[in-house]
């Protein structure tokens, strides 16, 4: 059975981790099937909006710890050679979009659990929702080392939170996650999946080069000075500039009718 399951209706790609038994723990095998499935994502030009989720009662509880110890015990000698690349291999960061260069909207729906590399996973997309039993935390010190993805996170919430996550390992409610700009909305389980495809149609209302254009400035523009971000904008819109989308969204406001979008 597929460890992904990858889903296409329309403009919209539901992708679902589909390793319920250990809570959606990211091994190998499912994050290669990930990695494939953000490839075909950003690579299929019919699809615009991605929804993440996972089966069963957990999103993702982090990357597999029995799989992390096989590899620590197979390193064992060899480790000072690893130096510098550790972080590159990390199933945390090659599970992400990021990693893939994903510039079209990923919208998470987090089902429970999520943990470790799964929050990493939730963070590195662009906006979550979640059901109201939901928990969030960075479990990795219980286990003797920090989280791969630490020195980032206090960039997504207030830091003396980000510190006590991390420190204490306590985990956070959906209602505290949300308080704390972690999750954008709380819903039911049963809403989730609407929430989150009624959020995705919404999106695909928008022009596709546009969103994108919007999502390749919050992220590359993020750690930029403001002359930086000032000429990665010019260069973005400056490629906008002549495709039949802006010349459609512009002639559609001016004779009052919704826009039809070619992605060109
Ligand atoms: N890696 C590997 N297996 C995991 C896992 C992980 N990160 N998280 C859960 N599992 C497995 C459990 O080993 C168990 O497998 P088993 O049924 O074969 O014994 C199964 O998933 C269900 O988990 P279980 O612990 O029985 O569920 P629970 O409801 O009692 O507890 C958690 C849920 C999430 C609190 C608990 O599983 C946990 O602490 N997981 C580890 C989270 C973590 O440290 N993540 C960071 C990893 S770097």
Redesign the pocket.
Known sequence: MSLVIYEKKGRIANITLNRP???N???PELVNELAKTWVDFRDDEEVWVGILTGAG??FC????????LEMFEAMGSIRPTRVGSLLKEAPAFRASPASYEVSKPIIVAING?C????LWLALECDIRIAVESAQF????P??GMP?TFTALFQHYIPRGVAYEMLITTDRLSAQRAYEVGLVNRIVSPEQLLPAATEMAEKICQQSPLAIRAVKELLQRGRDMSRPDAMSLTDHVIHNLMGTEDIMEGFKAFVEKRPPTWKGR
């Open positions: 038994e250990k809570l723990a990211l091994n009662r957990a509880a982090g990357v597999d710890i029995a799989s992390d659990y943990l470790g590399g799964g935390g960075i479990p990795e219980r286990l989280a």
